[in-house]
């Protein structure tokens, strides 16, 4: 690992082996950070920071192509006992005791990159979100520095027109790409300046994480820090939710 490779705990809430992680994954790497991937069995958006880490009850299982680990950094798919894929909150926390086994210090934890974006209220219910909140607080051993990264995709599978599907599928994995590479980008420039606001070595201040929504557009122009934005109610109209993120 390079000088300026990070040892980077990766999770998420669409399921291990979804566009945006395994995108953000391959960019990661390629960058020489290294990466221990742990994210859900299956979809799990809208899990908040719901967590479960009672012994007996989380299911580990390493993933393997052609019989070989994964290579670039281990990847893992996480379960709760009853079978059904685990919170994210639950999978970052073991991503972050796999990627410090040995004493080998975490750098990074990220969630991401979430197929949705999550502004406004929606970052309550957010799984994505969810896990960072567990990344920094005090309710676990970690307390590391933490990124939230979701986008939205530029073609919905749920409106692809029929016989389109390929087509939107390459247009989302473009899309991923260009999010995923934007993000090592942004890591570098943190690791230029490493606790900038509190004069420590951290990558963020202690205690704080952030939550990044990356556009829908060809022409990036920079990083706006702003405040949350309030949304008066989840629930449309006729009573059912405006949309779902994670």
């Given at each position: 690992?390079p000088?300026?490779?990070?040892?980077?705990?990766?999770?998420?809430?669409?399921?291990?082996?979804?566009?945006?992680i395994?995108?953000?994954?391959?960019?990661?790497?390629?960058?020489?950070?290294?990466v221990?991937?742990?994210?859900?069995?299956?979809n799990?958006?809208?899990?908040?920071?719901?967590?479960?880490?009672?012994?007996?009850?989380?299911?580990?299982?390493k993933?393997?192509?052609?019989?070989?680990?994964?290579?670039g950094?281990?990847?893992?798919?996480?379960?709760?006992?009853?079978?059904?894929?685990?919170?994210?909150?639950?999978?970052?926390?073991?991503?972050?005791?796999?990627?410090?086994?040995?004493?080998?210090?975490?750098?990074?934890?990220?969630?991401?990159?979430n197929?949705?974006?999550?502004?406004g209220?929606f970052?309550?219910?957010?799984?994505?979100?969810?896990?960072?909140?567990?990344?920094?607080s005090f309710?676990?051993?970690t307390?590391?520095?933490?990124?939230?990264?979701?986008?939205?995709?530029?073609?919905?599978?749920?409106?692809?027109?029929?016989?389109?599907?390929?087509?939107?599928?390459a247009?989302?994995?473009?899309?991923f790409?260009?999010?995923?590479?934007?993000m090592?980008?942004?890591i570098a420039?943190?690791?230029?300046?490493?606790?900038?606001l509190?004069k420590?070595?951290?990558?963020?201040?202690?205690?704080?994480?952030?939550?990044?929504?990356?556009?829908?557009?060809?022409?990036?122009?920079?990083?706006?820090?702003?405040?949350?934005?309030?949304?008066?109610?989840?629930m449309?109209?006729?009573?059912?939710?405006?949309?779902?993120?994670?």
């Amino acid at each position: 690992m390079p000088a300026s490779g990070l040892n980077i705990a990766l999770t998420n809430d669409d399921g291990w082996d979804s566009q945006g992680i395994q995108t953000l994954r391959s960019a990661l790497i390629a960058a020489g950070h290294k990466v221990t991937l742990a994210g859900s069995s299956e979809n799990q958006s809208g899990s908040s920071a719901a967590i479960d880490l009672g012994q007996g009850n989380v299911l580990v299982t390493k993933k393997f192509e052609d019989g070989v680990a994964a290579p670039g950094g281990d990847q893992y798919a996480i379960s709760l006992a009853s079978g059904a894929g685990a919170e994210p909150a639950t999978a970052g926390q073991i991503a972050i005791a796999i990627a410090g086994q040995g004493g080998t210090p975490v750098d990074l934890l990220i969630s991401g990159t979430n197929a949705g974006a999550n502004v406004g209220a929606f970052t309550n219910v957010s799984g994505t979100v969810g896990a960072t909140i567990h990344g920094v607080s005090f309710t676990t051993a970690t307390r590391l520095p933490s990124i939230a990264i979701s986008t939205n995709e530029p073609q919905s599978l749920r409106f692809c027109p029929v016989g389109n599907h390929d087509k939107c599928e390459a247009a989302n994995l473009a899309h991923f790409e260009a999010v995923a590479n934007w993000m090592v980008k942004f890591i570098a420039e943190l690791e230029k300046k490493p606790g900038k606001l509190n004069k420590s070595g951290r990558l963020l201040p202690d205690g704080i994480a952030l939550n990044i929504n990356y556009p829908v557009s060809d022409e990036i122009l920079g990083v706006q820090s702003n405040v949350q934005g309030l949304l008066p109610s989840m629930m449309g109209t006729l009573g059912f939710p405006l949309a779902c993120y994670g």
